[in-house]
RNA sequence: GGUUGGGUGGCCGAGUGGCUAGGCAGAGGUCUGCAAAACCUCGUACGGCGGUUCGAAUCCGCUCCCAACCUCCA
């Protein structure tokens, strides 16, 4: 098993070695989301892919700043580049009869609830499109004076044609041939039409009258374009050169073919070393798309308000479910994989309380047994380091669950492994559990600790219980246990005694 | 049509030349007053057709099907 780390490269189409630009450091920008609207459950499952990323790298003992922007103009509404498209925010404060920035401001708001909701960190920096206007025409403005942008009707536009004759580096990152970029006729565009080229975008757009978000500039009173945000603060915070870029699957093309050809049309360098994509969230097989009622909200995913599924599922749950496939895969959305989750989310978690709570007993003597355990210590970082594998990695993880549980049932001994090894093995799993997935327990079960008064209950409620067992009288225990379990927790008769669970 | 990635046992989902993925569901067993939980055992799956190879789910060719992107979307 390898132990260095290995990224896929969507740039090269290949898993490489992980090396920073800078010794211990890493800069990791992240395409964050356009605020017109209430986070989409597809948002969650990126940007908590790439928290998990963000935590392992610091788990590795790298230094890391991670730059995820919020976009906040800039971003229109259906076939773009026209005068007169409406910018996404604007509509929406039209719509609701808000300022812009109320509406920025409200769904940033809910954006970063879902966040804390799914227990993702918040990024070192969270810059604004909206608060880098002067950053956005400075590069807008090098890279007309390098000969990529041109002026018409007041916008600017990036001459992709001219970049592609000039330095074959368009089309790279997604997969487009030149050839059919540069085919695309110009009969395309049609008269309305001030690009030269279809495969030109626009960097400044100059604002319609009505369009309510609008800057002086030195071309006219408008607004930056939708890919420019991200190439100039990824710079200003990153550097022109940096380690890692993120992002959805569906940005590829054209956002990050864009970025890319802004950042060497700006400055002849070349952002981003690794490209790291996430892929799509499904829903019964195909992307949840709004239009056409195949989606679901993280909301409704929780409180099972929806005719998609038959119950409600936890946040943990749900992020269980999603660190249970590969970023790079699509996941398919369905009922009985959220069953399956929740199970297999509670066995994982039941099994770290246990793990938790162990003491070694001292002598303990390397063997079979404790081998095998360092091994998949050794196993569970060496599946991360490949690509972030966090499947496998759980797949090792469960595989030591079952060896706890064999432990406590006393089917193994602990004075088969040492007493460094369990520390080990606490260790590794807390650390995955809390530092690297970030699985809060929801639980609430009888805790060691037993100082809140529930567990004061409960230690009273399980003691008569025991008695009334001790009498053979069955029905006082099974009333006991009827009932708490109507309540929603659950009691685990074992030889060490009983202990009890939220159901 | 072009680009990219897929089709794995009942479900979700890893795996990329020989060696158990894992979770859930299902069957049998152990334990238990009975259960639950836990532990043990079990399915021998890789879209189809060819090819390469001692050996392929894994490589190559053809073919069928699916998804995303190509227009705003993580």
């Known amino acids: 098993m390898e132990n260095t780390l290995k990224i896929y490269n969507s740039l090269t189409r290949d898993k490489e070695v992980f090396t920073p630009l800078n010794e211990g450091r890493i800069g990791m920008y992240v395409c964050g989301p356009t605020v017109y609207s209430d986070v989409h459950l597809g948002n969650c499952r990126t940007f908590t892919s790439f928290d998990v990323i963000y935590r392992y790298l610091m788990y590795l003992g790298y230094k890391v700043r991670y730059v995820r922007n919020i976009t906040d103009v800039g971003h229109l509404e259906g076939d773009s580049d026209e005068i007169g498209t409406e910018d996404k925010i604007s509509k929406k404060a039209r719509l609701e009869e808000l300022e812009p920035m109320e509406i920025a401001q409200k769904y940033t708001n809910g954006f970063h609830e879902m966040m804390r909701i799914f227990n993702t960190l918040p990024p070192s920096i969270e810059p604004r499109a909206t608060g880098h206007i002067p950053e956005q025409i400075k590069m807008v403005q090098d890279i007309i004076d390098n000969g990529y942008g041109y002026e018409s009707n007041g916008s600017i536009y990036f001459d992709t044609l001219k970049f592609i004759e000039e330095t074959k580096a368009y089309g790279k990152l997604s997969g487009r041939k030149i050839e059919d970029l540069m085919a695309e006729s110009r009969d395309n565009l049609k008269n309305q039409s001030e690009k030269r080229h279809p495969a030109d975008f626009a960097i400044w757009m100059k604002a319609a009258p009505s369009h309510l ?7 006219s009173v408008g ?4 890919h420019l945000e991200c190439s100039a603060m990824s710079t200003k915070y990153l550097g022109e050169t940096f380690d890692i870029h993120g992002g959805g699957n569906d940005l590829k093309f054209p956002h990050h073919e864009n970025e890319i050809a802004q950042n060497m049309g ?4 070349s952002g981003a070393r690794y490209w790291m994509h996430a892929n799509m969230l499904l829903m019964n097989g195909r992307k949840m798309s709004k239009s056409d009622g195949n989606t679901i909200t993280p909301v409704q995913l929780f409180t099972g308000n929806s005719p998609h599924i038959s119950k409600g599922y936890s946040p943990m749950v749900v992020k269980f479910f999603m660190l249970q496939s590969h970023y790079r895969s699509t996941l398919d959305l369905t009922d009985e994989a959220l069953q399956a989750a929740e199970k297999g989310y509670k066995r994982l978690m039941e099994g770290n309380k246990l793990l938790q709570g162990m003491k070694h007993p001292g002598n303990g003597k390397p063997g079979p047994l404790d081998e095998e355990l360092n091994k998949l210590i050794d196993q569970v970082h060496a599946e991360m ?3 972030f594998n966090t499947p496998k990695a759980l797949a090792v993880l469960f595989e030591i669950v079952t060896k706890v549980n064999s432990l406590n049932a006393g089917h193994l001994q602990l004075t088969d492994l040492t007493d460094l090894t369990l520390t080990r093995l606490q260790e590794t799993f807390r650390g995955f559990v809390d530092e690297i997935f970030a699985l809060e327990d929801e639980g609430l079960a009888g805790e060691s600790n037993g100082d809140s008064p529930m567990d004061g209950l409960m230690d009273l409620i ?23 379990q109507e309540v929603g927790i659950v009691l685990k008769d074992s030889k060490e005694g009983t202990s009890w669970t939220k159901a």
């Not at 978000?213 to 071309?219: K, L």
């Not at 607004?223 to 939708?226: L, N």
């Open 462 to 484: 399980i003691d008569i219980r025991a008695e009334a067992r001790a009498n053979k009288d069955w029905g006082t225990s099974d009333k006991i246990r009827d009932v708490l």
């Open 266 to 269: 700006s400055c002849n360098c």
């Open 223 to 226: 607004f930056p374009g939708w």
């Open 385 to 387: 380091n490949d690509d």
């Open 213 to 219: 978000m609008r800057w002086s500039s030195p071309w």
